[in-house]
T-cell receptor, first 113, second 114 residues
Framework: GQQLNQSPQSMFIQEGEDVSMNCTSSSIFNTWLWYKQDPGEGPVLLIA?????ELTSNGRLTAQFGITRKDSFLNISASIPSDVGIYFC?????????????FGQGTTLQVKP | ETGVTQTPRHLVMGMTNKKSLKCEQH?????MYWYKQSAKKPLELMFVYNFKEQTENNSVPSRFSPECPNSSHLFLHLHTLQPEDSALYLCASSQASGRNNEQFFGPGTRLTVL
């Protein structure tokens, strides 16, 4: 079945540092979504990408939809302690109308004040 | 209430119990989803409902039985579960189950099966 490879699996950084994580797939997607999950909560949508090459920002977060439509990255600039959590990418399959999302394994981010 | 709500937030049950999880969305969406989230695993899609009709059953064991009485409510009925079913069960909703499928999640129900 389709799989997403998300890396890195975990990161431990100093407050103020920039962070980059990415997802790759052997399949083409027509939508990429990035979510953040805090402990004990459900994932919260951060950024949605719909076109190959699209670069979208949400505050200190920037995400890009890869040109090949098989990858996406998320950057966080000037990290702060509340950025701690698990970040998930999700890709929507390009065929059919079921809108099924495939999720990456997640990147656990820890920020040291 | 806004967004997607789930009750209960925590549930402990024995293997012979019958319980139900409830999800309600206040976003005017037409599609609702159940996911299972286990430690160290990606989110696993269980069921999809589109305009109250089930459109996806991702090979889920019959001890999990979904119910969608209307576009705003989704239930997951649990019966004779196994300890390995212990996980965070997440409900999500989206405008429709199609392109540009931005799904919004509830806080989840943390289920422990003894």
């Amino acid at each position: 079945g389709q799989q997403l490879n998300q890396s890195p699996q975990s990161m431990f950084i100093q407050e103020g540092e920039d962070v980059s994580m990415n997802c790759t797939s052997s399949s083409i997607f027509n939508t990429w979504l990035w979510y953040k999950q805090d402990p004990g909560e459900g994932p919260v949508l951060l950024i949605a990408l719909y076109k190959a090459g699209e670069l979208t920002s949400n505050g200190r977060l920037t995400a890009q939809f890869g040109i090949t439509r098989k990858d996406s990255f998320l950057n966080i600039s000037a990290s702060i302690p509340s950025d701690v959590g698990i970040y998930f990418c999700a890709g929507q399959v390009s065929s059919g109308n079921t809108g099924k999302l495939i999720f990456g394994q997640g990147t656990t981010l820890q920020v040291k004040p | 209430e806004t967004g997607v709500t789930q009750t209960p937030r925590h549930l402990v049950m024995g293997m012979t119990n019958k319980k139900s999880l409830k999800c309600e969305q206040h976003l005017g969406h037409n599609a609702m989803y159940w996911y299972k989230q286990s430690a160290k695993k990606p989110l696993e899609l269980m069921f999809v409902y589109n305009f109250k009709e089930q459109t996806e059953n991702n090979s889920v064991p019959s001890r999990f039985s979904p119910e969608c009485p209307n576009s705003s409510h989704l239930f997951l009925h649990l019966h004779t579960l196994q300890p390995e079913d212990s996980a965070l069960y997440l409900c999500a909703s989206s405008q429709a189950s199609g392109r540009n499928n931005e799904q919004f999640f509830g806080p989840g129900t943390r289920l422990t099966v003894l």
